[in-house]
């Protein structure tokens, strides 16, 4: 169990390629592991046309392999291969090229596929492939907003209630990403990130309140403040993907991409816990009050570290 789980960790891995001249590119990338390579540290593998300058700075810190370095093109690098051998297991990496004067492009590597072609133009196909796992990656690594729906599911519980507020809680965050993706909204994400702490807070004492007592309002209809909270989270998702940036001319079907991975990725868990609450209340009913509190006491009290960490951290 030890480790940290870090509420908007996007990006295990990433390559960045930026063009700085004609020639000159500026490269960046991050490499995951759990533990300091016994040999010589990796490196991206640039186009054919493409060589290092030395030098090329490199080191193990936060769990990863650092490096930036600067290269030297000879022509354009469209066509051309870049990959990265070291990639092994679950890790991946996201790749992004950024060329003067053309549109920014996406892809996505993994152990299986350490390797991707650069094009001179990415197709609408590639754009909404590379965004829709980000999407699903942003959930099932995003702990914070993972828990607000497990504590929403844990709280109402019913399945009719519980896609009414699953549908509002996707229409508000929508708005918001959208928004904010766009460039119309804006807002700090300091205190984005503590309020959402501060909503699973909530959903972890609402669900353990007595249901014996006259229902609130929270009870009566979570779909309003699922709606109300979906609105904070959509910044939360905003500043993700701000910082991987949209694809220049690809940014609509960006955006649309990496909404529906979020939905289909919260759809999973949404799925999983109705499935466990449906088990313990057939299987063993005894045990479903105490699980939901138990989990609700689990969610408050992370929800509380997030809170303070964000808020004094």
Known sequence: ???????????????????????????????PLSAPPAGQLARPRLPANCQYKPPVVQGFTGGGVTGNAIARCTGAISGGTVSMPALTGPGDMLVRVSPLDEPVQMHRLTAREPAAQISARPATWQ???????????????????LLFVIALVLLVRSGRAVVAAATAFTIAHSITLAGAALGFISMPQRPVEAMIALSIIFLALET??????????????????AFLFGLLHGFGFAGALARIGLPQGDVLPALLAFNIGVEAGQLLVIFAVLTMIAI???????????????SAYAVGITGSYWLIDRVLG
């Open 1 to 31: 169990m030890p480790g940290a789980a870090w509420g908007d960790e996007l990006r295990p891995g990433y390559l960045e390629l930026t063009q700085h001249s004609a020639q000159e590119w500026r490269i960046a990338w991050k490499l």
């Open 127 to 145: 754009v909404l492939r590379s965004y829709f796992v980000l999407g699903v990656q942003h959930i099932m690594a995003g702990w914070d907003h």
């Open 208 to 225: 353990l309140r007595s249901r014996h007592e006259m229902p609130t309002m929270t009870l009566r209809y979570p779909w309003v403040v």
């Open 280 to 294: 313990l209340r057939r299987w063993a009913r005894t045990a479903l009050q105490p699980s939901i509190r138990i």
